[in-house]
C-alpha cells in the first residue's frame, strides 16, 4: 500500500515516469515490429527443413521464441501505458495540492506538509469567528487528505498494473499460444470505426495479428483502422492467393482440354465441352492477365509500394499507396473517376507517383511524402450509373472511413492530408465531404471537376481557401463552354445534340471564381495531364501537398497564410 | 418503378466522354509522334539524366544527393501508357545553404542561358516565392529546381523527353 505522504506529493517529479513511459512504449513497438519480421522470416521453416530430430527441435524452439516475443508486446505497452498515466495523474494532483497549500497560506493557515497537517494561529480564533476558523482548517484538511487518498490510489494502482506485467523471472513473458481470431470477429468489426478497429488491432497479440491476416486476409486487408503495413501484408497474401488459384485452375482446364475423348463418332458432346474449356480457359487468362498488371505495379514500385486494398470482384478495386502514410508527414489520396477499373491501375498508380516524387522533392527529408491511389470505390461507366449520385455517395462514405482511418493509424508527429479529386472522383471527395461532420482532410484538391455537389467551396465543411480546383483548357468535363466547343463539333450527327445537352445543364464548376476556391495554374491541355511529369500544374498541387501555398500559382483565389 | 435521380452535370460528363471518345482526341505519343521519335535504351537515358544532374551539382559546388533515377512509360493525352515509349526522371537534392540559394540559382540560369536553354520560370521574376528556377534544353530535357520546405536545400528534378524503346 503506497505511503506517499504530501511532501513526496509536492515534490513530485513527473518528468522521469514520462520518459520512462515513452521508453516502454517505443520498447513495445520495437517488439511488434520485430515479431512481425521474426514471424515472417520463420514462417517458410518447416518447407525448407520438414524433417529430422534437428528440423524438429528447430520447429519447436521458433515457435517457443515467437511465442514469447508475440506474448511480450502486450505488457510492454501495458506498462507504458501505466506510465504515462501516472506521469500525467501525479502532475496534476501535485498542483492540485500545491494550489491548495498556497490557498490555505493565503487564509492565514499553516500547513505542515511532513505531517500533512493544517493548523491556523491562536489569533485567528480569538480575532475571528472561531467556528468560521475551524471549519476552514477542516475544510484544507479534509481537501488534502482526498486529494493524497488519490495520490496514493494511482500509485497502487499503477504499481499493481506494472508488477502484473512485468516478465516471470522463470518463465519471462511466457510461451502460451494467445486464443485464435475467428472469422465473426473480424466481421464484426466491418462498418466500425477506424478509431474502434485501431483499438481492437492493438489489443491483439503479433501471433493473433498475424493468423488474422493469414487466414482472413479479404477482410483485414480492407479494414481502416490498421496499420498500413499490416494491411499491405494481407492484401499482398490475397494477391498471391489469387494468382496461385488462378494458375491452378488454368492447369486444370489444360489438362482437361488434353484428356478430351475425341475418339466418339460424331463428337458433337466433345466439342461442346472443348468449346466451354476454351472459353474458361480464356476468362482464366484474362483474369491472370488483370492481376498480372497489379503485381507488376507492385513490382515497379519497390519498398515504396504498398497494397491497401485489393478486391478483384467485377471491375476490381484497389487501393495502393506509394510511401507509408503512417509515417509520412504529408499524404495525398487521389481519387479516378469515370471509367476506372483494376485493369488501368498502372497508368493511375504512375500518376500518384509523380504527385509522390514531387512533393518529396519539396521537403528536405525524403519519403516523408506519401500519395495513395484510392480506388476503393466502383467507378461509374459511361452508362446510366454516371446519371445518379449513387457510386459517389457510396464512394464518398468509403472514402471518408478510409481518411480516418489514415488518422488514427499515424505513428504521431505532423500529418496533413490532402484529398484529390479526379473528373468523377472530384464528386466522391465532394460527398465525403459534404456529409456529417466532413472529410478528415487539410486539403481539397480537384482536378477536371465536372463539379462537387454544391455551388460554394464554403459547404465542404473546410475553409475554402484550402479549396483549390485546377482546369485546362480543352477540358471538355471541367470546361465544355471553354474555347473548346470544337470537340462537340467533331462529333458526327450527335454534335448537334450534345452541343444542347450541354446548354443549361452545368452546376457550378469549381475552378469558377463565384464557387469560392483557389484555382491553380494548369499548364497541361485536355483531361488527363493534370499530374504530367515536369509540369506546372503537378508542381502546384505538389506544393499544396506540402503545404507551401504562397508557392501555389493561382489564376485566382486566396491562399491561407498557412 | 424508380428512376434514378438525374444529376445536372452528369449528361455533360458523358457527352465528354463520348466526345472523347469520338472525337478521339489523340495527343502524347501516338503513331505519327512516335515514327519522329529517339530511340534509345532507358540506362542510356538514365545515364544522360545522371550526366547532367552531376553537371548541374558542380555549378552549384554542392554534393549530389540521388532520389530516384528511374523510366516510367510516357501517357497519352487519353491517359493511355505506352509499354515502348518512354521517359526518365531523376530526382535529386544539393545541401545548400538557404542564403546561397539566389545566387546558385542565377548562375545556373547564366550557365543554361547561354548553352540556349528555355528559361520557362526565372528566380529573378518571382516575387514572393521561394528561389525556383525551371528550363527546358536543347534536347527537350526539362529542368526544375527549387529550395525545400523549409529551405535547407534545393531540390533538382530532370525530366527527359519521350523515347522509343529499341526493339
Same mark, same amino acid.
Given at each position: 500500500?503506497? +505511503? ?26 520495437? /517488439? ?35 511465442? +514469447? ?143 488474422? /491476416? ?76 488483370? $492481376? ?14 504498398? $497494397? ?111 484529398? /484529390? ?129 504562397? +508557392? ?11 | ?167
Amino acid at each position: 500500500v503506497s +505511503e506517499l505522504t504530501l511532501q513526496q506529493l509536492l515534490s513530485c517529479d513527473p518528468a522521469p515516469y514520462a520518459q520512462a513511459a515513452v521508453a516502454w512504449q517505443e520498447w513495445a513497438k520495437e /517488439i511488434d515490429n520485430t515479431a512481425e519480421l521474426f514471424i515472417r522470416a520463420a514462417r517458410d521453416l518447416g518447407d525448407a527443413w520438414p524433417e529430422g530430430e534437428g528440423a524438429e527441435a528447430t520447429h519447436r524452439r521458433a515457435a517457443a521464441l515467437r511465442d +514469447e516475443l508475440s506474448n511480450a508486446y502486450q505488457p510492454a505497452q501495458r506498462i507504458g501505458y501505466a506510465l504515462q498515466r501516472l506521469a500525467d495523474g501525479m502532475a496534476q494532483l501535485r498542483d492540485w495540492a500545491g494550489d491548495l497549500v498556497a490557498r490555505a497560506g493565503g487564509h492565514g493557515l499553516e500547513v505542515d506538509v511532513a505531517a500533512g497537517t493544517v493548523t491556523a494561529p491562536l489569533d485567528m480564533y480569538r480575532s475571528g469567528s472561531p467556528a468560521h476558523t475551524t471549519a476552514l482548517v477542516n475544510g484544507y484538511h479534509n481537501d488534502l487528505t482526498t486529494l493524497l487518498a488519490r495520490a496514493r490510489g494511482l500509485d497502487d494502482a499503477i504499481t499493481r498494473e506494472i508488477v502484473a506485467n512485468v516478465p516471470d523471472p522463470v518463465l519471462g513473458f511466457g510461451t502460451a499460444i494467445p486464443q485464435a481470431i475467428g472469422r465473426p470477429q473480424v466481421e464484426r468489426l466491418l462498418g466500425r470505426s477506424p478509431a474502434v478497429v485501431r483499438l481492437w488491432w492493438q489489443g491483439l497479440t503479433p501471433t493473433q495479428q498475424d493468423q488474422a /491476416i493469414h487466414d482472413f486476409p479479404n477482410l483485414v486487408g480492407w479494414l481502416d483502422g490498421v496499420p498500413a503495413t499490416d494491411r499491405n501484408t494481407a492484401n499482398r497474401l490475397r494477391l498471391q492467393r489469387d494468382a496461385a488459384d488462378l494458375q491452378q485452375r488454368a492447369e486444370e482446364i489444360r489438362r482437361q482440354i488434353t484428356d478430351l475423348d475425341w475418339s466418339g463418332d460424331p463428337p458433337l458432346d466433345v466439342m461442346s465441352r472443348e468449346q466451354q474449356l476454351l472459353e474458361d480457359q480464356a476468362e482464366v487468362n484474362a483474369e491472370r492477365r488483370r $492481376l498480372g498488371k497489379v503485381e507488376a505495379t507492385l513490382a515497379g514500385l519497390g519498398d515504396k509500394g504498398f $497494397l491497401l486494398g485489393y478486391d478483384p470482384a467485377g471491375d476490381g478495386k484497389a487501393v495502393v499507396a506509394v510511401g507509408n502514410p503512417d509515417t509520412a508527414a504529408h499524404t495525398a489520396v487521389w481519387v479516378p473517376g469515370l471509367n476506372t477499373e483494376l485493369d488501368d491501375i498502372k497508368g493511375n498508380t504512375s500518376r500518384v507517383e509523380h504527385i509522390q516524387e514531387a512533393a518529396d522533392l519539396l521537403t528536405p527529408e525524403t519519403n516523408d511524402v506519401a500519395a495513395v491511389m484510392w480506388l476503393g470505390y466502383d467507378a461509374p461507366e459511361t452508362d446510366l450509373s454516371v446519371l445518379t449520385h449513387g457510386r459517389s455517395e457510396q464512394g464518398g462514405k468509403a472514402l471518408d472511413s478510409f481518411v480516418d482511418g489514415l488518422n488514427v493509424t499515424h505513428d504521431g508527429g505532423q500529418q496533413h492530408v490532402t484529398a /484529390i479529386g479526379h473528373s468523377y472522383g472530384s464528386t466522391v471527395v465532394a460527398e465525403a465531404a459534404l456529409r456529417g461532420n466532413g472529410l478528415a482532410v487539410d486539403e481539397i484538391v480537384v482536378a477536371g471537376s465536372p463539379g462537387m455537389h454544391t455551388d460554394h467551396a464554403a459547404d465542404l465543411n473546410i475553409d475554402p481557401r484550402h479549396v483549390w480546383s485546377g482546369s485546362a483548357p480543352g477540358d471538355p468535363v471541367s470546361d465544355p463552354y471553354g474555347h473548346h466547343g470544337k470537340y462537340v463539333g467533331y462529333v458526327p450527327i450527335a454534335g448537334g445534340w450534345l452541343n444542347s445537352a450541354e446548354d443549361g445543364i452545368h452546376g457550378i464548376s469549381p475552378h469558377q471564381p463565384e464557387f469560392g476556391a483557389n484555382r491553380f495554374h494548369v499548364d497541361a491541355t485536355g483531361h488527363s495531364d493534370y499530374w504530367k511529369e515536369g509540369s506546372e500544374s503537378l508542381t502546384n498541387q505538389a506544393y499544396v501537398v506540402v503545404g507551401a501555398y504562397d +508557392e501555389v500559382h493561382l489564376d485566382h483565389g486566396e491562399a491561407p497564410s498557412k | 418503378m424508380t428512376f434514378p435521380r438525374l444529376v445536372p452535370w452528369a449528361a455533360s460528363l458523358i457527352a465528354a466522354t463520348t466526345v472523347i471518345a469520338l472525337a478521339g482526341c489523340s495527343g502524347g505519343p501516338d503513331e505519327d509522334s512516335k515514327d519522329n521519335m529517339q530511340t534509345a535504351a532507358e540506362n542510356q537515358v538514365i545515364q544522360q539524366v545522371h550526366e547532367r544532374a552531376t553537371g548541374i551539382a558542380q555549378v552549384a559546388g554542392a554534393e549530389l544527393k540521388i532520389i530516384g533515377e528511374s523510366a516510367a512509360p510516357c501517357e497519352g493525352r487519353k491517359g493511355e501508357l505506352s509499354d515502348e515509349i518512354y521517359t526518365v526522371q531523376g530526382s535529386y537534392q544539393l545541401p545548400i545553404p538557404e542564403s546561397e540559394h539566389a545566387a546558385t540559382l542565377a548562375r545556373l540560369r547564366d550557365g543554361w542561358r547561354r548553352q540556349n536553354f528555355t528559361i520557362s520560370t526565372d528566380p529573378t521574376t518571382s516575387p514572393g516565392r521561394s528561389a525556383r528556377l525551371e528550363a527546358v534544353d536543347p534536347d527537350q530535357y526539362h529542368f526544375f529546381v527549387a529550395s525545400t520546405i523549409p529551405p535547407t536545400m534545393l531540390g533538382l528534378r530532370i525530366n527527359s523527353p519521350c523515347y522509343k524503346s529499341p526493339s
